[in-house]
């Protein structure tokens, strides 16, 4: 059986955005495939999935460079192939692929800082097309594996049974009984500057305030991590309905994707959650 390792992906969004040609591989090869996080977030996101053979974890951003280095070196020579999925253009990744010294090493070469992130350490490359998805970004790479009957696969989270009801369990501690739930995600990643994709404060407001005149029986959460809690609260203060409004704090990131599943209607800057319900 070949053994594949997936490198570190960026965030939430962008390691969905990965599991339709995991899927794919693993359905249609002998393959294992072990992913390895730098987020112990992206990481939750792939329990149960039941496609990946392994899951692993390591805090690279909290360790040193040595450290992150003898992690590495224990997969040496242990993958037949690493990909470094779409999009991931930086230099960090590719050392990482060349430290683990697969054999075949996948990924993109990119229109901007391709040299300077070196992306030449790559042994099998495709380039970046303006008028491909994400998600069509890394099928591609999977004509390296003669794969060529590619099923367009949505983008999944294995939730247990208990996960699925936590929705209920939560809006009855919490005496919500709004029969129409809208869910709204107000943050981003701050890293790249995405935070300056973030719509206004007051925006969000005015739209929940537009949408709880029009539909009286509205319940309105508020999803984001501990670090985007002032930017909640702030819209919550904003809002002329503010009774009506819920943040979520204290919950996993697996029980919030239910919660999001629980809504009938979501809205999002471009982001890891918008990503999950599409």
Excluded at 67 to 80: I, Y
Excluded at 87 to 104: E, K, M, Q, T, W
Excluded at 194 to 212: G, M, N, T, Y
Aim: hydrophobic share 40%; charged share 30%; aromatic share 12%.
């Amino acid at each position: 059986m070949r053994k594949v390792l997936v490198l570190p992906l960026y965030g939430i969004g962008d390691v969905l955005m990965s599991t339709p040609a995991v899927r794919n591989l693993r359905e249609q090869l002998d393959i294992e495939i072990t992913y390895l996080h730098m987020f112990a977030t992206t990481r939750d996101i792939l329990l149960n999935n039941p496609y990946i053979a392994e899951n692993i974890f390591f805090p690279f951003l909290r360790s040193s460079k040595l450290e992150g280095l003898r992690f590495l070196m224990q997969f040496r020579k242990e993958f037949d192939y690493s990909i470094n999925f779409y999009p991931s253009n930086r230099r960090d990744y590719n050392l990482a692929a060349f430290v683990v010294g697969s054999r075949i090493r996948l990924g993109h070469r990119y229109r901007s800082d391709n040299i300077r992130e070196l992306n030449f350490l790559k042994t099998k490359t495709v380039s970046e097309e303006d008028d491909r998805h994400c998600v069509e970004e890394n099928l591609k790479l999977l004509d390296f594996f003669n794969l060529t009957d590619k099923k367009e696969y949505p983008l999944e989270i294995y939730l247990t049974e208990e996960e699925r009801s936590f929705p209920e369990q939560w809006m009855k501690a919490h005496n919500i009984n709004a029969r129409f739930l809208v869910g709204i995600h107000p943050g981003t990643s701050v890293f790249k500057n995405h935070d300056r994709r973030r719509w206004p404060e007051a925006s969000f407001a005015r739209v929940i305030d537009e949408l709880a005149n029009e539909l009286r029986d509205t319940g309105f959460l508020l999803f984001g991590g501990p670090e985007e809690y002032p930017l909640r609260e702030k819209i919550i203060s904003l809002s002329g309905n503010r009774e009506r409004v819920f943040s979520i704090d204290d919950v996993s990131v697996r029980q919030a994707a239910s919660l999001m599943r629980r809504c009938h209607i979501f809205i999002s800057n471009d982001s890891g959650p918008a990503r999950y319900l599409l």
